[in-house]
């Protein structure tokens, strides 16, 4: 059983690799970031009180997270696996998931960490560009769809985050040192801890990390 959970930095490319792993190995994606994004663009109660923090980079408060991935963890699809992008990312969020995943029989077994030197993060960050409708990423420089503005998975318009401007990814990443990269030495605890360097190709990542997770299963 894999039952994941992706970490790094802003713009480390969780989302990117998330995609190949979900497709790979059949396990629901997980993206806190995804379903808050989905949210604001329907308008619900959460998606308007989330929208501001977001768009300035700051952490959604905990206890609306929390909620949010533990509805989702109970869903009938979890049962064989899942992978969590971006959750947690505060230690009350990876306390309440410890207590949460035994109690539901679908403990955290995996800790992926893709980790990328800052100003790496900043360029990839200002190029990437993403689809709206799937959630895929692209770089204008790093990873071009095939078509210019056109994801290659669902063929949408491809736009730019609002989150993406440099103001909010430098507090985007204050946050990341100051609250989720605790959790390296929390998970370290759990013995559940790996790590992986972000730096060397999107193919060649895929290829370590899909070692790890068949060596896992
Ligand atoms: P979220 O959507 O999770 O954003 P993030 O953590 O800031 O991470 P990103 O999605 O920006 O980066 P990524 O690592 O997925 O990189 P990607 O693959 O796209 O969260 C957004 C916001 O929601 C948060 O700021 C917060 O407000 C809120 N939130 C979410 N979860 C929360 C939680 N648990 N608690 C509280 N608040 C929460 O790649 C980036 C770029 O690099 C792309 O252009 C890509 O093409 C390129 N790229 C990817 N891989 C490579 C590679 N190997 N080489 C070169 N380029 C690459
Ligand atoms: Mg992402």
Redesign the pocket.
Not at 9 to 14: E, L, T
Not at 137 to 140: G, Q
Not at 198 to 203: C, E, K, P
């Given at each position: 059983m894999l039952n994941i959970i992706?970490m790094?930095?802003?713009?480390?490319?969780?989302?990117?690799?998330?995609?190949k792993i979900v497709d790979a190995f059949e396990l629901p994606h997980i993206?806190?970031?995804?379903?808050?994004?989905e949210a604001i663009s329907q308008g619900t109660p959460l998606g308007l009180q989330?929208k501001a923090?977001?768009e300035?980079?700051?952490?959604?408060?905990?206890e609306?997270?929390i909620e949010l991935?533990k509805e989702r963890l109970l869903k009938d699809d979890c049962a064989s696996g899942y992978l969590l992008?971006?959750?947690?990312?505060?230690i009350p969020?990876a306390e309440a998931l410890k207590a949460l995943g035994p109690s539901i029989g679908r403990p955290v077994n995996l800790v992926v960490d893709?980790t990328?030197p800052d100003e790496?993060?900043l360029s990839?960050?200002a190029?990437?560009?993403?689809c709206p409708k799937c959630g895929a990423?692209?770089?204008?420089v790093?990873?071009k769809p095939r078509l210019d503005g056109i994801c290659d998975r669902c063929g949408s318009t491809l736009i730019q985050?609002k989150?993406?401007n440099a103001d909010?990814?430098k507090?985007?990443l204050e946050?990341?040192y100051k609250?989720?990269q605790p959790l390296v030495d929390f998970y370290k605890a759990e013995g559940l801890y790996h790590h992986f360097d972000?730096?060397?190709?999107?193919?060649a990542?895929f290829e370590e990390v899909s070692k790890l997770l068949k060596e896992s299963k």
């Open positions: 992706l790094g930095p802003p713009g480390a490319g969780k989302g990117t690799i998330a995609k993206s806190t970031g995804d379903m808050f994004r989330a923090i977001i300035a980079g700051n952490l959604v408060p905990d609306l997270t991935v992008d971006g959750f947690p990312r505060t969020q893709i990328v790496e993060l990839r960050i190029g990437r560009r993403v990423s692209f770089h204008v790093n990873m985050r989150d993406d909010s990814f507090v985007r946050n990341y609250s989720t972000g730096m060397v190709g999107h193919i990542l």
